[in-house]
């Protein structure tokens, strides 16, 4: 087994960095692996003084000690994170054909590189599959791993072959959904709300690069093989991230044994979908945000 490259996208949070980069390297298979930093630029004075602090810690990284290389990529102004992160994937899935890709405020299990890397391998040649995800939701009774039609951002991988397909059109792909009559579906039978976050970027009023993946990999009837036991814990929900506010909902156990990945038939797991879109029913409901907000605002006072 060949193993895939590491992408890892910093910006202006030192300290989220740092405990990113001391989690990867407690991962069984770091020091085989090779890592490549993509380094935001700083947008004006505000974040400058930050975003040098992040290049100082990216730059100590002593590369024989932690990984195969090391590879620091740094962007003189601020792209952004859609734009840093689909140049980035697209180089370097490009070059390698596969990928693990991570973004600065996230904790990885030591079995997180063991279960991206196995999935590349188990269904390289499996069209039908175009993604892997680390994260899962605190749900009870899955396996190990299981196939859903659903994108996650949270600690993923991809290879060549699937990337190819992704279309960063978000006008094209809401009319392809609303077309199709699809919208309740991927909405997980109008659950969480993905259609929105989709029209929202196309409004301009997000600049999400995930729900335009997610979007094209279903409209292509494509799977992901998704962790059923959280290889990733989150840890940006403190405010301080692009797209990432105060949620406490998505708040997991790191999983820190190895997840095996029994699955014989190239289909999606329904109970797994079930299961998610019953979460979604309970944590995004009128009343269960209406009590977080409640919450949240008690805890300020």
């Not at 077309?179 to 929202?200: A, C, I, Q, V």
């Not at 990733?232 to 997991?252: A, L, P």
Request: charged fraction near 25%; aromatic fraction near 12%.
């Amino acid at each position: 087994m060949s193993l895939a490259p590491i992408l890892l996208f910093t910006y202006n949070r030192p300290a989220h960095t740092s405990r990113t980069l001391e989690a990867l390297l407690n991962n069984k298979l770091s020091k085989e692996s090779e890592l490549f930093i993509f380094s935001d630029g700083y947008k004006d004075e505000s974040d400058k003084a930050n975003v040098q602090e992040v290049r100082k810690l990216i730059h100590s990284i002593d590369g024989f000690n932690s990984f195969k290389k090391i590879n620091i990529i740094e962007n003189k102004q601020n792209v952004g994170l859609a734009k840093n992160i689909i140049a980035g994937v697209t180089q370097i899935v490009n070059e390698y054909g596969k990928v693990i890709v991570l973004e600065d405020d996230l904790i990885t299990s030591p079995w997180f590189l063991t279960f991206m890397n196995d999935a590349l391998d188990r269904f390289e040649t499996e069209n039908q599959v175009g993604h892997v995800h680390g994260y899962c939701y605190p749900l009870a009774n899955t396996s190990d791993a299981f196939l859903i039609k659903w994108v996650g951002s949270w600690g993923w991988a991809t290879w060549k072959r699937a990337w190819d397909m992704f279309n960063p059109d978000g006008a094209e792909l809401l009319n392809e959904i609303n077309k199709r009559g699809l919208s309740y579906k991927f909405d997980f039978n109008g659950k969480y709300p993905y259609t929105r976050m989709l029209r929202r970027q196309v409004k301009g009023k997000n600049n999400s690069w995930a729900i335009r993946w997610n979007a094209t990999l279903f409209l292509n009837n494509i799977l992901s093989v998704n962790a059923g036991k959280s290889l990733i814990q989150n840890i940006g929900f403190d405010g301080s991230g692009i797209h990432s506010g105060s949620d406490e909902i998505y708040t997991t156990t790191l999983h820190n044994e190895r997840l095996r990945i029994d699955i014989n038939e190239i289909s999606e797991d329904k109970c797994a979908r079930i299961a998610i879109e019953e979460y979604h029913g309970r944590t995004y409901s009128f009343i269960a945000k209406a009590k977080r907000r409640i919450n949240r605002y008690l805890r300020k006072v």
